[in-house]
């Protein structure tokens, strides 16, 4: 007799695993099938890519530099500041000796409680507030407590700016750090974007990179422009002793630069001082709007943002330290965004 028995279903949990089993494997074919390799970039993408990343690198770079001088000038600041303090402490106990002194005086000769010297050198503002004691002082004494007032105010005052000075040292050690970093990071990007180029692609980039580069020997056309001044002429004249150093980010010389650190030198041996940053660079001088107008030692900026500097060479051409990799050489005005000259 034949069997009329339904066959056995299978159980919620075995459809469940097949079911995941089923779905893993069309994952994994789809993984396979899109497993082939990127196609590797070509040595004009590459050279792209990194160009693009040396210029956020020194974008980061001069907001470093300005982190830089702003934490060496409060560390400065404070140092004046606690030196004043330290000073105006021993102002005081000399007012507060003085003061004791002439109660001590007053005393023997039978006047003021000798009890006053431990008031008065305590809390002077509450001391004054009492008029019925006034009477018992002389003017001599008066005078002496309000100048230990006037003291105390003063180093309470010092005190204060001193500590909102540190708490804004911290945070300008802290933006420091974020912006070593992050030009640390892109630089290390760019690298390992190099590192893929073989060694023949290496080799040619390197090349277009030397022809690139202006060696202290090779002169470009300068033409004939004037300088703007005998002190621009010393910065410009500074800043050709330097053709062919290497570009170093956060470097001010005398043997590496980065952009502003190559133009704030040079005019620093002209005798002159500018500003750290090519962004502070920006605003130092007389705004040059027209290249045409431009001299030679006049500042360029180029940039929205005026992240990058340098300085007018003349006949279009602008003497800079451009960017990793790279040395301070001549380059033509018109490979870079211009904004406007500065004249110092």
């Known amino acids: 007799m034949a069997s009329h028995r339904r066959p056995k279903q299978p159980s919620r949990t075995r459809i469940t695993v097949l079911t995941t089993a089923a779905a893993a494997a069309v994952a994994l074919s789809a993984n396979a099938a899109n497993a082939a390799p990127s196609a590797k970039l070509s040595k004009s993408e590459v050279k792209a890519k990194v160009d693009k990343l040396y210029e956020e690198a020194e974008q980061a770079s001069e907001k470093y530099d300005g982190a830089k001088e702003k934490q060496e000038k409060l560390q400065k600041e404070i140092s004046t500041i606690q030196d004043n303090v330290a000073r105006g402490q021993e102002d005081l106990n000399k007012l507060r000796d003085g003061l004791g002194s002439m109660a001590t005086a007053q005393y023997r000769s039978g006047g003021i409680d000798p009890s006053v010297q431990l008031l008065l050198s305590s809390n002077p503002d509450d001391y004054l507030d009492k008029a019925s ?21 003063e180093l309470a005052q010092e005190r ?61 056309d300068l033409g004939d422009t004037p300088t703007a001044s005998g002190r621009a002429a010393a910065a410009f004249s500074a800043a050709q002793s330097k053709i062919g150093s290497p570009y170093v980010w956060g470097a001010t010389g005398p043997s590496s630069f980065d952009c502003s650190g190559l133009t704030s030198w040079a005019y620093a041996q002209a005798g002159v001082s500018i500003p750290r940053t090519s962004e502070a660079q920006a605003g130092a001088g007389t705004v040059i709007s027209s290249m045409s107008d431009l001299k ?15 300085l007018y060479a003349g006949n279009g051409q602008v003497l800079h330290a451009p960017h990793t990799g790279a040395v301070v050489r001549y380059e033509s005005i018109n490979n870079m965004p211009f904004q406007f000259g500065v004249r110092i």
């Open 296 to 310: 030679v030692g006049d500042l360029v900026i180029f940039f929205s943002d005026h992240h990058h500097v340098g």
């Open 133 to 153: 004691t006034l009477d018992q002082l002389s003017s001599q004494q008066v005078e002496a407590l309000k100048k230990i007032q006037d003291k105390q105010r």
């Open 160 to 220: 204060a700016e001193a500590t909102e000075k540190l708490k804004d040292l911290a945070s300008t050690r802290t933006e420091l750090g974020k912006k070593k970093k992050e030009v640390q990071g892109k630089l290390a990007e760019a690298q390992k974007l190099l590192n893929t180029l073989t060694a023949k692609e290496k080799a040619a980039l390197d090349a277009e990179q030397n022809r690139a580069s202006r060696s202290a020997g090779d002169r470009a």
